[in-house]
């Protein structure tokens, strides 16, 4: 079955530098969440989308943006990267139809690191 | 403030026994709990759910426990098996969208 699909899995970039990350829901998920786990650290809820709106907004910066295109994918953007950004930066798509976990699958993450 | 608390950042346990892993949140209100386990370079994956009407859930070698009264929840894996090391996290569902994380626990199972 196809999983949520997370570009890249790995980057490196310098500080003050922008980076862009993606992610591809499970087909016909209609939401997207993105969350930040920093080192020793618990997720992070960043921000969410549904249908392409954004549904709800957590501890993210205003350096990041994000948005859901109409193929229901998503971008997360980080602009002036800190030291502090570095983490690994899940995404999670959902069916609001719901189910035992209420239909969140997450994908592999991709681990940013600034240097 | 961290709304869901797992205070043991590790938890060792032999091959064959039962792990205990246990989570506190503070809100009342939540009322839909999970259980996630991550190994290294992966997302995490789901586990075992547990709705506030009921106050155990069991799949296969996995029971959690959900006590209302004192705010905590407990996930039991037994026997406890070499493939269970991992980082388990709990978290609540938050307003029906969001997912709110504890800090993890790290689970080693020893042969």
Known sequence: AAGVIQSPRHLIKEKRETATLKCYPIPRHDTVY??????????????????????????????????????????????????GDSALYFCASRNRDGGLNYGYTFGSGTRLTVV | DQQVKQNSPSLSVQEGRISILNCDY???????????????AEGPTFLISISSIKDKNEDGRFTVFLNKSAKHLS?????????????????????????????????????
Not at chain 1, 34 to 55: A, R, V
Not at chain 2, 26 to 40: A, E, G, I, Q, R
């Open chain 1, 34 to 83: 993105w969350y930040q786990q920093g080192p020793g650290q618990d997720p992070q809820f960043l921000i969410s989308f549904y249908e392409k709106m954004q549904s709800d907004k957590g501890s993210i910066p205003d350096r990041f943006s994000a948005q859901q295109f109409s193929d229901y994918h998503s971008e997360l953007n980080m602009s002036s990267l800190e030291l």
């Open chain 2, 26 to 40: 503070t809100n009342s209100m939540f009322d839909y709990f999970l259980w996630y386990k991550k190994y290294p």
């Open chain 2, 75 to 111: 996930l039991h894996i037994v026997p406890s098996q070499p493939g269970d090391s991992a980082v388990y996290f709990c978290a609540v569902l938050q307003g029906a969208q969001k997912l709110v994380f504890g800090q993890g626990t790290r689970l080693t199972i020893n042969p």
